[in-house]
Nanobody
């Protein structure tokens, strides 16, 4: 069993930056992948980025490519999402998720989810 806890959300002006963290507990994520999704009011949960924990390979959704960076710290068993050049349309609840195996871009591909953290970008 893996427990995930996000932190780092908040209110930021357009063009600003935030870094989200996702601390994993219960087991080390050696063979796992971690992803970030987001959900804005009235919209479906959207894939943002994913990382293979062992290899560090990454993949990004088109809407965040070049602005967001996903990373992980093996020693801390923690994943991160660095968000730069934020736009009002990035406003959403951001969730981290994990699965045993390679990353997926679909919500259904993940077994473990955090509780979410709110990110609000003002114009």
């Amino acid at each position: 069993q893996v427990h995930l806890a996000e932190s780092g959300g908040g209110l930021v002006q357009a063009g600003g930056s935030l870094r989200l963290s996702c601390a994993a507990s219960g087991r080390t994520l050696g063979s796992y992948s971690m992803a970030w999704f987001r959900q804005a009011p009235g919209k479906e949960r959207e894939f943002v980025a994913a990382i293979s924990w062992s290899r560090g390979s990454t993949f990004y959704g088109d809407s965040v490519k070049g602005r967001f960076t996903i990373s992980r710290d093996n020693g801390k068993n923690t994943g991160y999402l660095q968000m730069n050049s934020l736009k009002p349309e990035d406003t959403a609840v951001y969730y981290c998720a994990a699965r045993d195996g390679g990353w997926r871009i679909r919500v259904q591909g993940y077994d473990y989810w955090g509780q979410g953290t709110q990110v609000t970008v003002s114009s």
